[in-house]
């Protein structure tokens, strides 16, 4: 992921399912929030085996983990800042840790069975239950085992989509350290979530702006429906659909704050809901906020019902939309079995 999941971004052909941009979109989610990791400013937890420390933090360990919900969830261990296995194999944790953080791991065969007792032991029952289904788990391996001087040439890698886990962390003051204000009203976030997603956010807290030492930073300019909804992607990596003068907004909002998948999943559900009534406003909307992709794929859309917008252009002044559009209907009644797809 990372810069190439980007790239690909960029490279998007305008007809690109939907389905496949969820998949992409949710595997960056499972990627950014394995960087979470990396911001121990912010880690408010210790985990320490074998010598080896992981600094963590508890929301995420909670909203993932049945077995560090009810540890938290004890009175006894509210002051708690640390717990220690001096008898666990660090690798094996780290790897574990990497699976509540990221919903993403993957398992050598000579790691198995320990992965599978430390499933166990934290209670991670999907990650047991994708243990005990693989094919890791079959004993016809042993014979391949027995063959093979390195067994760690035999893995599998493990997925699951972790958005679902955090939606009851949108808006949520339960260990949240940020509080935004907006037409009047909070909304609550964590950190380290809006730094491993937005680079905007990133540069605000790590690089020391104003706005990062307040106890409320105010938002001006946005909808409070609006900004919940970008938080909302931040964590869960799904966007609420409103109607179309929102979604305009919600456009606006993800360019604004440098945030690609958000856009492009906007994009797209501008594509799959374009009609021949809001097509033009749609290529209106897209032009004025520097959406190349979604221009692109509305001109596409409107070549395709060529014969219904050159009837619309030959009653409509409206230049905007002639100089631009209408050469290419005009050609496209020409030669209306030619296909002609723009990309970028």
């Known amino acids: 992921m990372g810069n190439d999941y980007y790239r690909h971004l960029n490279k998007m052909p305008y007809n690109y399912p939907h389905e496949e941009m969820t998949k992409s979109i949710r595997m960056n989610l499972s990627y950014n929030f394995k960087e979470a990791r990396e911001f121990e400013e912010w880690s408010d937890f210790n985990i320490y085996v074998q010598k080896k420390t992981f600094p963590v933090h508890r929301f995420i360990l909670v909203q993932r983990c049945p077995f560090f919900r009810d540890f938290f ?49 934290f209670q991670l029952y999907s990650l047991e239950k994708k243990l005990l289904e693989s094919s890791l788990s079959k004993e016809e391996n042993m014979d391949k085992v027995s063959q093979i001087k390195n067994a760690r040439t035999i893995s599998c890698q493990f997925f699951e989509y972790i958005g679902s886990d955090f939606e009851d962390c949108v808006n949520s003051e339960n260990y949240s350290d940020v509080q935004f204000t907006v037409e009047g009203r909070n909304i ?43 938080i909302t992607f931040l964590y869960t990596g799904s966007v609420n659909y409103y109607k ?13 704050y440098c945030i690609d998948d958000f856009k492009r999943e906007i994009e797209i559900v501008f594509r799959d809901h374009l009609t021949q009534e809001n097509a033009l ?64």
């Open 73 to 121: 969830e004890d009175p006894t261990n509210k002051e708690t800042e640390e717990l220690r296995y001096d008898e666990k194999n660090h690798t094996i944790i780290n790897k574990i840790i990497d699976w509540i953080y990221s919903g993403k791991i993957r398992v050598e065969f000579d790691e198995y069975e320990e992965i599978l007792q430390e499933a166990r032991f």
């Open 281 to 344: 406003d749609v290529f209106m909307y897209a032009k004025y906020l520097n959406s190349n992709w979604l221009k692109l794929a509305t001109k596409n859309y409107i070549l395709s019902e060529y014969k219904y917008f050159l009837q619309k252009f030959s009653n409509d002044p409206n230049p905007d939309w002639k100089d631009e559009l209408l050469p290419l209907l005009i050609e496209k009644s020409k030669n209306p079995n030619q296909k002609q797809t723009f990309f970028f």
């Open 188 to 230: 609550y976030a964590h950190k380290v979530i809006l730094c491993c997603r937005s680079q905007f956010f990133r540069s605000l807290f790590l690089l020391g702006f104003r706005e990062s030492r307040e106890d409320e930073i105010p938002i001006s300019e946005i909808s409070y429906i609006s900004f919940l909804s970008l």
């Open 244 to 256: 179309i003068k929102q979604m305009v907004e919600l456009l606006a909002v993800a360019d604004f």
